[in-house]
């Protein structure tokens, strides 16, 4: 508190208001640069000082022209922000020259404030102007004091410039920090770093919006939520902060909050591409829960339309082609992607993930299946820790795989670069590995090698029983393989589910292929695929597959499978069991490549543990 109150007496505050003025200060700025100019009005009005700002201020109906031009002659002062974006807007130019205009003829004074690398045009090059190229979500420290004294024609007093260095070092340190934690994944110290009181976390969102994107990256939604309540009520009108919270509901899976949040900025005129972007992202899992196509369009079209309000913002440029492939659109998606191609090239990007994840999806939607294997490799080790976005990167990639017709050597080049798989020397660290995701695990278990006779009345039973769970917070555990009981993981993660699997180092020794459709892997060391020991012990595999699960059902199954089943009930934990035949003609071969008599009773042993046809226990 002492730091802030500092910092309140060293910022100059606004003198009085003279006659025929109404406002200290006027901002002039382009509609895509809002969320910075929010973050400047917050400051500006927590100092004191009355701004005019058009989105708070111009009644509907009014004359848009004249209202702008009454209020600027009602204004002792003005800052015109300047970027990249403002190069093609005659809006600006008319805007300077009006302040020029005033300036002349009396007292008014104004900065322009450079966001981006933009050049300045010529006619503003002489004016007053304040770099803040490096600070994407406000104003702050040195370049905001002198942002401040140069609306009152003052230098910086050495005080001043003593505490902004001060801010900048603190910043720039934090912003080191706060990678370094996320790297690690420590989404508690990002936490306790948050609840700094030094000014450089409190006098503006810079810091704290960076650790809430920190933490919703590595997967920590809930936690950024928390952080991002302090936020809002410190800066109620900031959209950063809203926006990230529309993100952070997303991740979590409460993708109607999200939508409401989105929705709700989207409706209030916020149509700055990122705003847009997320707000898609709602609708996209608005389809992927119920289905319905016209929820992917509108996704698809709102990530054009963000686009087309900023041509240089590949974000919504990639998402809007996308899209468009799920749409079955391909000639749309490919125009889209080249489009987003000439902005951000072919090569990788040094320490950015999501540039360099988006040049390989550019090349992943154009088909060129090892360059974009090869560029997302290199995006993952840019960013270790940020398992979330990876996450998103591989299931976005998976989807594009399935509409983009990949061979099946194709699509393991490709998702084979992402770090889905886990080795666990024993079974504890498998259960650590799965348990510390966080949901709740429900395992299915079966048969694998000899699939299932009636494969469509297995898909029928697993989705019977994936519709009890609550998908936001269900990870859907099997062996990890495609045959058989893998027949889960493709229907659990078009649901969305999350799905992880654990299987025993023989698949890798024997060179089984893994499925796709898993997410995380633990492969244990283990000298057999699963089931009892000699000594009546449960194997290293199956033990990880008991202890991991907080439900575990089984449909049909071997030996294996009755093994866990039977674990899973002796430690309390709730069991279900559907019967189900092995495949008769795939389990008569494996009898007679082993020398064994044809079996005649195709139900497996799981089905001996059960006496009804169907049974439940639960936990007591």
Same mark, same amino acid.
Request: proline share 4%; net charge neutral; hydrophobic share 40%.
């Given at each position: 508190?002492?730091?802030?109150?500092?910092?309140?007496? @060293?910022?100059?505050?606004?003198?009085?208001?003279?006659?025929?003025?109404?406002?200290?200060?006027?901002?002039?700025?382009?509609?895509?640069?809002?969320?910075?100019?929010?973050?400047?009005?917050?400051?500006?009005?927590?100092?004191?000082?009355?701004?005019?700002?058009?989105?708070?201020?111009?009644?509907?109906?009014?004359?848009?022209?004249?209202?702008?031009?009454?209020?600027?002659?009602?204004?002792?002062?003005?800052?015109? $922000?300047?970027?990249?974006?403002?190069?093609?807007?005659?809006?600006?130019?008319?805007?300077?020259?009006?302040?020029?205009?005033?300036?002349?003829?009396?007292?008014?004074?104004?900065?322009?404030?450079?966001?981006?690398?933009?050049?300045?045009?010529?006619?503003?090059?002489?004016?007053?102007? $304040?770099?803040?190229?490096?600070?994407?979500?406000?104003?702050?420290?040195?370049?905001?004091?002198?942002? @401040? !004294?140069?609306?009152?024609?003052?230098? #910086?007093?050495?005080?001043?410039?003593?505490?902004?260095?001060?801010?900048?070092?603190?910043?720039?340190?934090?912003?080191?920090?706060?990678?370094?934690?996320?790297?690690?994944?420590?989404?508690?110290?990002?936490?306790?770093?948050?609840?700094?009181?030094?000014?450089?976390? *409190?006098?503006?969102?810079? #810091?704290?919006?960076?650790?809430?994107?920190?933490?919703?990256?590595?997967?920590?939604?809930?936690?950024?939520?928390?952080?991002?309540?302090?936020?809002?009520?410190?800066?109620?009108?900031?959209?950063?902060?809203?926006?990230?919270?529309?993100?952070?509901?997303?991740?979590?899976?409460?993708?109607?909050?999200?939508?409401?949040?989105?929705?709700?900025?989207?409706?209030?005129?916020?149509?700055?591409?990122?705003?847009?972007?997320?707000?898609?992202?709602?609708?996209?899992?608005?389809?992927?829960?119920?289905?319905?196509?016209?929820?992917?369009?509108?996704?698809?079209?709102? !990530?054009?339309?963000?686009?087309?309000?900023?041509?240089?913002?590949?974000?919504?440029?990639?998402?809007?082609?996308?899209?468009?492939?799920?749409?079955?659109?391909?000639?749309?998606?490919?125009?889209?992607?080249?489009? $987003?191609?000439? #902005?951000?090239?072919?090569?990788?990007?040094?320490?950015?993930?999501?540039?360099?994840?988006?040049?390989?999806?550019?090349?992943?939607?154009? *088909?060129?299946?090892?360059?974009?294997?090869?560029?997302?490799?290199?995006?993952?080790?840019?960013?270790?820790?940020?398992?979330?976005?990876?996450?998103?990167?591989?299931?976005? /990639? *998976?989807?594009?795989?399935?509409?983009?017709?990949?061979? =099946?050597?194709?699509?393991?080049?490709?998702?084979?670069?992402? =770090?889905?798989?886990?080795? /666990?020397?024993?079974?504890?660290?498998?259960?650590?590995?799965?348990?510390?995701?966080?949901?709740?695990?429900? %395992?299915? %278990?079966?048969?694998?090698?000899?699939?299932?006779?009636?494969?469509?009345?297995?898909?029928?039973?697993?989705?019977?029983?994936?519709?009890?769970?609550?998908?936001?917070?269900?990870?859907?555990?099997?062996?990890?393989?495609?045959?058989?009981?893998?027949?889960?993981?493709?229907?659990?993660?078009?649901?969305?589910?999350?799905?992880?699997?654990?299987?025993?180092?023989?698949?890798?020794?024997?060179?089984?292929?893994?499925?796709?459709?898993?997410?995380?892997?633990?492969?244990?060391?283990?000298?057999?695929?699963?089931?009892?020991?000699?000594?009546?012990?449960?194997?290293?595999?199956?033990?990880?597959?008991?202890?991991?699960?907080?439900?575990?059902?089984?449909?049909?199954?071997?030996?294996?499978?009755?093994?866990?089943?039977?674990?899973?009930?002796?430690?309390?934990?709730?069991?279900?069991?559907?019967?189900?035949?092995?495949?008769?003609? @795939?389990?008569?071969?494996?009898?007679?490549?082993?020398?064994?008599?044809?079996? %005649?009773?195709?139900?497996?042993?799981?089905? %001996?543990?059960?006496?009804?046809?169907?049974?439940?226990?639960?936990?007591?």
């Amino acid at each position: 508190m002492r730091e802030m109150e500092e910092w309140l007496k @060293l910022a100059p505050p606004p003198g009085p208001l003279t006659a025929g003025h109404q406002w200290h200060v006027f901002l002039s700025y382009r509609s895509v640069e809002r969320n910075w100019v929010l973050s400047l009005y917050d400051i500006l009005t927590q100092l004191g000082y009355s701004v005019f700002m058009d989105q708070f201020v111009l009644v509907a109906g009014e004359s848009l022209t004249s209202s702008l031009e009454d209020n600027l002659r009602a204004s002792q002062a003005g800052i015109l $922000v300047w970027s990249a974006r403002s190069e093609d807007s005659e809006w600006c130019k008319k805007e300077y020259r009006a302040f020029q205009t005033l300036h002349d003829k009396g007292s008014f004074r104004f900065v322009i404030s450079r966001l981006q690398a933009a050049d300045l045009p010529l006619f503003a090059q002489d004016s007053l102007w $304040v770099d803040a190229t490096d600070q994407r979500d406000g104003p702050r420290g040195t370049s905001l004091l002198r942002l @401040l !004294y140069g609306l009152h024609g003052k230098p #910086l007093p050495p005080s001043a410039v003593l505490l902004a260095a001060d801010i900048d070092e603190t910043t720039k340190r934090a912003l080191a920090r706060l990678k370094g934690l996320t790297d690690a994944r420590d989404a508690e110290a990002i936490r306790q770093l948050a609840q700094s009181s030094h000014l450089g976390w *409190r006098s503006s969102t810079v #810091l704290p919006c960076t650790a809430a994107q920190a933490l919703i990256s590595i997967g920590s939604p809930r936690m950024a939520l928390e952080l991002l309540d302090a936020v809002q009520a410190a800066f109620p009108q900031a959209i950063r902060p809203r926006q990230l919270r529309g993100l952070a509901l997303a991740r979590s899976g409460s993708w109607k909050e999200a939508k409401a949040v989105l929705g709700e900025l989207y409706e209030l005129g916020e149509r700055d591409p990122e705003t847009v972007g997320i707000y898609a992202r709602t609708w996209m899992d608005a389809y992927e829960a119920t289905g319905d196509r016209l929820m992917l369009r509108r996704s698809r079209d709102l !990530y054009a339309e963000g686009f087309a309000k900023c041509r240089n913002d590949f974000y919504p440029g990639i998402n809007a082609a996308a899209k468009s492939i799920f749409l079955n659109d391909l000639d749309a998606g490919i125009e889209f992607a080249k489009r $987003v191609e000439a #902005l951000v090239g072919s090569q990788a990007r040094s320490n950015d993930y999501w540039h360099t994840a988006t040049v390989a999806e550019v090349q992943l939607i154009q *088909r060129r299946f090892d360059v974009a294997a090869s560029l997302y490799e290199q995006a993952i080790a840019m960013a270790p820790g940020h398992a979330d976005d990876h996450r998103s990167s591989c299931k976005q /990639a *998976r989807r594009l795989l399935k509409h983009l017709t990949a061979t =099946p050597e194709q699509v393991s080049r490709v998702l084979g670069v992402f =770090p889905r798989v886990i080795h /666990a020397e024993d079974a504890q660290l498998a259960v650590q590995a799965l348990r510390g995701i966080g949901k709740r695990v429900v %395992t299915f %278990t079966g048969y694998s090698g000899t699939g299932y006779e009636d494969p469509a009345a297995v898909r029928e039973a697993i989705a019977a029983e994936l519709s009890r769970f609550d998908r936001t917070n269900t990870l859907v555990c099997a062996g990890a393989t495609s045959e058989g009981i893998g027949m889960v993981y493709p229907l659990a993660l078009k649901k969305g589910y999350g799905t992880a699997g654990i299987v025993s180092s023989q698949a890798q020794r024997e060179g089984v292929r893994l499925s796709n459709e898993v997410e995380v892997i633990c492969v244990v060391q283990d000298d057999t695929w699963g089931g009892r020991q000699s000594g009546g012990r449960l194997s290293p595999t199956s033990q990880a597959m008991v202890d991991t699960c907080d439900e575990m059902i089984g449909i049909g199954g071997g030996l294996i499978a009755r093994d866990e089943l039977e674990e899973a009930r002796k430690k309390g934990k709730a069991v279900k069991f559907v019967p189900a035949e092995m495949n008769h003609r @795939l389990a008569i071969e494996k009898a007679a490549k082993a020398g064994n008599e044809a079996p %005649t009773d195709f139900r497996g042993e799981a089905h %001996t543990l059960f006496q009804a046809p169907e049974q439940t226990e639960k936990k007591t």
